[in-house]
Each structure stands twice: as structure tokens, then as C-alpha cells.
């Protein structure tokens, strides 16, 4: 599974937010781009330690539920944590500067080192690079890039 970490992969991901625009038109789903932004943000910061989301139980075992989240595509239209939903609109071009600043900040620490759990289980530094992949590959294709 990619990573984060990895210099091609981290380069493509910082490639596609820059092709953003603030008029992006989503190909489903009901964030706008800056929404879109804000949300990928929100694990970003969680995973530097930045955030901490409120305590809730988990619909599964957590390491079950882990594995699912890292393995199992993410279809269209998937359950968002309560706490990422977007309600309000941001400014594009500050959301995109913090997303691009995160994972300057994320990729400069050890992977191997030791990492703030997420709010429904532990995660290594490969499991959150793999997360941050994931997730922001399945935001940009939600809006064509």
C-alpha cells in the first residue's frame, strides 16, 4: 500500500492539491473543494497530535475496524466521522496551504517513531502515511484530480 512517506507518492499528492481550483466541481458527494480541504485536514492534524476527536464506540472491533479503513475501498458516499463533516465553507486558499503544510510537517517525522492513536484505534506511523494516501486520493478523485 502506498504511503505518504514515499517522495513519488507524496509528490503526486502535492501535485494534485495544487491543480485545485476554488471552482472544482465535485463529481459526487456534497463538500465543496474548501469543505473538501478542511475535512482532509482534520486527520492530518489528528495524526501530528494536533487534534483530538471526541471519544465514541467504534461500529466494530477496533482492530477489525482498522483493517477495513486501510484495506477495504472506500466507496462513494462513505460514512464520515461526525467530527470531520464540514458544516460551514473555508477559505480555499488558507485550507489548501495548511493541507499542503501538514503534510510537510507529517512526511518530516519518523514512520517509525511513535504516533498519536486515532480517535477509534492505535496507529503506527505506516498505518497513518497509508491512511493520509488513501484518504486524500479518494478526496481528489471525488473531484476529478
Same mark, same amino acid.
Given at each position: ?6 517522495? %513519488? ?13 476554488? &471552482?472544482?466541481?465535485?463529481? +459526487?458527494?456534497?463538500?465543496?473543494? /474548501? ?7 482534520v486527520p492530518l492534524r489528528e495524526s501530528l497530535g494536533e487534534y483530538v476527536a471526541p471519544p465514541s ?9 482498522? +483493517?477495513? %479503513? ?12 461526525? &467530527?470531520? %463533516?464540514?458544516?460551514?465553507?473555508? /477559505? ?14 507529517? %512526511?518530516?517525522? /519518523?514512520? &517509525? ?14 498505518? +497513518? ?17
Amino acid at each position: 500500500m502506498a504511503m505518504l512517506h514515499d517522495p %513519488v507518492t507524496l509528490q503526486s499528492i502535492k501535485q494534485r492539491l495544487l491543480a485545485l481550483r476554488p &471552482d472544482t466541481p465535485r463529481r +459526487w458527494g456534497s463538500m465543496t473543494v /474548501d469543505q473538501m480541504l478542511w475535512h482532509v485536514n482534520v486527520p492530518l492534524r489528528e495524526s501530528l497530535g494536533e487534534y483530538v476527536a471526541p471519544p465514541s464506540k467504534p461500529p466494530l472491533p477496533r482492530a477489525l475496524l482498522r +483493517w477495513l %479503513v486501510l484495506n477495504v475501498p472506500w466507496p462513494r458516499g462513505a460514512r464520515t466521522r461526525p &467530527d470531520m %463533516v464540514a458544516l460551514e465553507h473555508h /477559505d480555499f486558499e488558507t485550507e489548501r496551504a495548511r493541507c499542503l503544510a501538514l503534510i510537510d510537517r507529517f %512526511v518530516a517525522a /519518523d514512520a &517509525d517513531a511513535s504516533w498519536p492513536a486515532s480517535r477509534n484505534f492505535s496507529m503506527t506511523g505506516a498505518q +497513518w502515511s497509508q491512511l493520509h494516501v488513501k484518504h486524500l486520493d479518494h478526496h481528489l478523485k471525488q473531484f476529478g484530480i
